[in-house]
């Protein structure tokens, strides 16, 4: 398979559809965050059965990948590996995937949960674990806020087992997400001055990598979490901050051809990364990427993507912004529902 698989054709064609279908291979709900129900051929205008199935195999034949939904339960989604049906979850230990799309250009400057999904994605394709323990962490939390905003008194050896549960998988959490960030913030230093702005990363928030230190916090506030009915504390709080280096500004109040080079520039500093580690194939998907970028940020762009050793997939409505691709380069075109090479 090609470094580089560039899809073209129109807006509207599908080509961020095939994407989508490609980050169904790693936990969560893909690049679009959409409902399983939602990604169904046809739904919704009688055209479609109501379900889907994806099917992916790496060349070699030593991997088989698939997730589907079945129109009974549309908002199911079964993942198989070499045959065996199992979690989700599992995905992150066969591949690593990661992606930039145009609904992520204002991601500094909206709120802190896509931040933390960021982030988490990235920690994800180097600690496939990762997705286990924030499935963990999750479920303890809807539970204590589920407790903590009944009428009657929760009772403290159940709200005890819950915290250590949230405390030894926060921690955890927290700690992984930190090390990356500062991973990622050593790496862009690092990098002689490029056309794409420099941003200094940093992990905001007050949850300790200590798993004991947490249990104390979450137990002490109690009171406190009781009477706003949820959780205020743990790694659900925390957020990656961003500055402009140049400017020494938050990167909020930067333009948005600013933050989203500065989008552009981690995400090259995390491919980087990923090079050291070759246990997982990885996968790019940068949707419309080349759009507003010049020659010269284009040509610096996919020098690095080239680098990086993984598999990049892009799109764009016409293939003259991807002339100048490094080989190995493969074209598709997507038009009328149907992928073509060419």
């Known amino acids: 398979m090609a470094t580089f698989n560039v899809l073209t054709g129109e807006n509207g064609a599908g080509k961020t559809n095939v994407l989508e279908a490609i980050s169904l291979f790693a936990p969560g709900r893909g690049l679009r965050r959409a409902q399983p129900s939602d990604m169904a051929a046809g739904q919704g205008s009688g055209q ?21 939904t079945a129109p009974s339960t549309p908002n199911r989604r079964s993942v198989r ?31 802190a949960g896509a931040r933390r999904r960021f982030l988490d994605r990235l920690v ?30 929760p009772d403290p050896i159940w709200l005890d087992a819950l915290e250590a549960q949230l405390a030894e998988t926060g921690a955890a959490i927290a700690t992984a997400r930190r090390a990356l960030v500062q991973k990622l913030d050593d790496a862009i230093a690092a ?5 794409f ?13 200590d798993a004991n230190a947490l249990a104390a916090l979450l137990r002490d506030a109690r009171r406190r979490d009781r009477a706003a009915g949820r959780t205020l504390t743990g790694p659900h709080r925390d957020d990656l901050a961003v500055t402009m280096a140049a400017k020494n500004a938050p990167a909020a109040l ?10 552009i520039s981690i995400m090259l500093a995390h491919a980087g990364l990923g090079a050291e580690d070759g246990s997982r194939p990885r996968l790019l998907l940068l949707d ?55």
């Open 191 to 195: 990098e002689p001055e490029g056309p």
């Open 254 to 263: 930067c333009s948005t051809g600013e933050q989203k080079a500065m989008l």
């Open 81 to 111: 590996i070499n045959g065996a049906e199992g979690p989700a979850t599992r995905l992150a230990e066969w591949l690593a995937i990661t992606w930039l799309t145009p609904a992520m250009d204002r991601l500094f400057a909206e709120g």
């Open 48 to 68: 479609g059965a109501g379900g889907f199935a994806v099917a992916a195999e790496l060349e070699d034949g030593a991997l088989a990948l698939g997730t589907a």
């Open 288 to 342: 419309e990427i080349a759009a507003h970028l010049d020659p010269l940020r284009r040509a610096a762009l996919y020098a690095r993507l080239a680098a990086s050793g993984a598999q990049v997939w892009m799109t764009g409505t016409e293939p003259a912004p991807f002339a100048d691709l490094p080989a190995p380069a493969a074209f598709w075109h997507v038009a009328d529902g149907r992928v073509e090479r060419r």
């Open 197 to 209: 702005a420099r941003p200094v990363l940093g992990y905001a928030g007050e949850t300790p990598d």
């Open 124 to 153: 994800l394709t180097v600690d496939p674990g990762h997705a286990r323990l924030a499935t963990r962490y999750e479920t303890a939390l809807r539970e204590r806020n589920r407790l903590l905003s009944e009428p009657a008194e």
